[in-house]
């Protein structure tokens, strides 16, 4: 039996010596490359943890002593180490989750995978706890230097700073990278830490001063490498950073020294106020393919083979990201006023291109979009056209941004959501389902959803093209669906993509959904129901089309792959309403729920977004039958819906 399968619980580690836990190091990085080579995953920040973890761990007392990782894609460790080591269905239905999920195990302590909100968490529970008479627990909260670049660490540091009197420790896993490298001011900072001449010298001179006098002189430097008033930091000054704030700072320590982070974390953990401790960590760690990967070192990969580390089973596809991408430098070849932004993900929302011709026209703000909206307005002001590329998950956290500082001010600003919709494998906060409901009720903005490439040219190009108020394009993960052409572009831009002289029902696909529709519409016409397909490509505002083809037929559906609650069928039906238009409206959507792992497809199907569910409810209604369907969520039952008129206004 391996060491690693021994391991039920993390007190498993106590009885472990150092070699053993060396070797337990070893096995896992062996464990992690061979099982998330085979399901994708995040493996990069993985292997730059394996100490760390099994250090964590062994000091502290998960979990009556919490954990909290920031983001969370770096806790496979912590999984392996609380007693999870199946992962062969990792970010699969059924299978462990890809970030901490307290369904899983009481060791999980925050869900959410968005960055930089760990330290109000650990804030909020280390006042709790010593509130609560709970003094002698610990609370740790795990967060990497890209994180730093995010305004609400630095909010919670700054409260942090005014409460001494609790056991709280801060993790800063540096490894100079986010998703790809930190940028901005703080990197510097922490690179200039990492690569000081004075601390590399001082380290090895030290160490083997200290050395010399046997155990208890590798004690004595493991302890003063990890004080701020220590041998090494005299010389280094590391801790100025952070000694205004009145915060206790310990290191830089090697994060992969298992003897090291285990006596410096005990001197944290001794303190008895806030700690900070600084271990310098490699992305990647043990792994050549990824070491070797300047992208992002292997910060989230697909299925790739474990030994070379090259992609298996790609679809060859051209990805939805592609397309913007290549079409981005166009734009900006033809205006110099376009300029292009985006928080920590200039690779992922595919900036890479832009930039390469652009080098002075892209800003990469690190994570924070907030203050990259806030600014954009600026730029906009000044007489520059930004283009704002952000997941769409990501974009909750600037909402208050869009709302005041983009549209109340009529700024021309573009923003460009990648990952929007159902997302699948990365759960519920991953998923981008919420910015259509979101941001349609901000005043004067523009919405548009591509159904396929050639429509994602040119509504960006449209969007670009709007100087007065802000504009968003939004398109999904993964392959870019196959060219719809229309039958008829209306005059308002509206796309119908299928024609029926029988006004039974109007199909509003949006986006994507809009080959969703053309296949609902085929199933109809074989039970003699006439259908009509649009796809409005500006979703918001209404098109006069839309209302205009409502109220000449008897039924319409709205498709998309946002919440339901609130979503575009939600403003057709008001919008519909208001011009007295009286025509029935269903709006198909997914449930406003948080939406575990799975597949995009299972996501669809479970909220019944299908062809086949869909023509059934259309049938039903229409021929006057009643056919019983349960609908289902991932996370929660949905009734079983009887009849057709119980889930649409008539």
């Known amino acids: 039996m391996t060491l690693l399968a021994s391991v039920t619980g993390p007190r498993d580690l106590d009885a472990m010596t150092m070699e053993q836990l060396e070797q337990l190091s070893s096995e896992i990085r062996d464990f992690l490359i061979e099982n998330v080579s085979r399901t994708g995953g995040h493996l990069g920040p993985n292997l730059g943890v394996v100490e760390l973890t099994i250090a964590l761990h062994r000091v502290f007392d ?6 909290i990782f920031d983001t969370g894609h770096q806790s496979y460790v912590h999984k392996l180490l609380t007693g999870r080591q199946d992962f062969s269905r990792l970010r699969s239905r059924e299978g462990l989750a890809g970030y901490p999920q307290r369904s899983e195990s009481p060791h999980d302590v925050v869900e959410s995978s968005h960055a930089s909100s760990s330290l109000s968490w650990a804030d909020g529970v280390s006042r709790a706890l010593t509130r609560t008479g709970r003094r002698d627990r610990h609370v740790v909260a795990v967060v990497g230097d890209g994180a730093l670049t995010g305004g609400m660490t630095w909010e919670a540091l700054n409260n942090i ?28 900072y922490l690179n200039r830490v990492r690569t000081a001449d004075a601390y590399e010298t001082m380290r090895g001179g030290s160490e083997s001063f200290f050395r010399a006098f046997g155990a208890a002189g590798r004690a004595t430097y493991r302890g003063l490498r990890g004080g701020t008033h220590g041998f090494l930091s005299r010389f280094t000054n590391n801790a100025a950073l952070y000694s205004n704030l009145d915060i206790k700072y310990l290191g830089p320590v090697d994060g992969h020294d298992l003897p090291s982070l285990i006596e410096t974390l005990k001197l944290a953990k001794d303190y008895g106020a806030p700690v900070i401790v600084h271990a310098i960590t490699e992305k990647g760690r043990g792994y050549e393919p990824a ?5 992002d070192q292997f910060h989230a990969v697909g299925r790739i083979d474990p030994v070379t580390g090259e992609a298996l089973g790609s679809s060859g596809g051209t990805a939805w990201t592609d397309v913007f991408a290549e079409e981005l430098p166009h734009i900006g070849e033809e205006r110099a006023d376009v300029i292009a932004m985006t928080a920590a993900m200039l690779r992922p929302t595919g900036l890479l291109p832009f930039s390469q011709r652009f080098p002075d026209r892209v800003f990469d703000v690190g ?11 600026g ?3 000044g007489g520059l056209h930004p283009v704002v590329a952000i997941y769409a998950t990501f974009m909750n956290r600037a909402f208050d941004q869009v709302l005041m500082d983009v549209a109340l001010h009529r700024a021309g600003v573009t923003f460009v959501l990648d990952r929007a919709g159902v997302t699948g494998p990365d759960g519920p906060s991953h998923h981008g389902i919420w910015d259509l409901a979101m941001l349609q009720i901000v005043p004067h903005i523009r919405i548009a959803v591509p159904r396929d490439a050639e429509r994602l040219r040119e509504e960006l190009r449209e969007a670009v093209a709007v100087g007065d108020a802000p504009t968003v394009i939004r398109f999904p ?20 993509l299928v024609q029926s002289d029988a006004k039974d029902v109007l199909l509003v696909g949006i986006g994507p959904m809009a080959h969703l529709a053309v296949d609902v519409a085929e199933r109809l016409r074989a039970q003699g129901i006439g259908a009509t397909v649009v796809d409005p490509r500006w979703v918001v505002p209404v098109q006069p089309s839309i209302v205009e083809l409502s109220a ?44 575990d792992h799975a597949t995009r497809e299972q996501i669809l199907e479970d909220a019944g977004l299908t062809a086949a569910k869909i023509a059934q409810d259309v049938v039903a209604q229409v021929l006057g ?7 289902q969520t991932p996370t929660s039952e949905i009734p079983t819906i009887p009849e057709w008129a119980s889930h649409h206004d008539s």
């Open 62 to 67: 998960s979990p009556a002593d919490p954990i």
């Open 477 to 496: 993960k993964g392959t870019v669906s196959p060219e719809l052409p229309a039958v008829e572009r209306l005059a308002d831009g509206v796309d119908v």
């Open 291 to 295: 070491l070797l990967d300047e992208a």
């Open 552 to 595: 000449s037929h008897r039924l319409v559906i709205t498709i998309e792959d946002g919440i339901r609650v609130g979503g575009i069928g939600t403003r057709v039906r008001q919008v519909l309403r208001e011009a007295g238009v009286d025509t029935a409206v269903d709006e198909l959507g997914v449930p406003d729920e948080f939406i």
């Open 379 to 381: 730029l906009a002001f």
């Open 367 to 377: 994570i924070a979009e907030q203050h990259a909206v806030a600014s954009a307005a």
């Open 625 to 631: 039958t009643r056919i019983p369907v349960a609908r």
């Open 161 to 188: 700073s005014d409460d001494n009197d609790r056991n709280l420790v801060i993790i800063v896993n540096d490894n100079g990278r986010s998703y790809a490298p930190t940028i901005g001011g703080m990197a510097r």
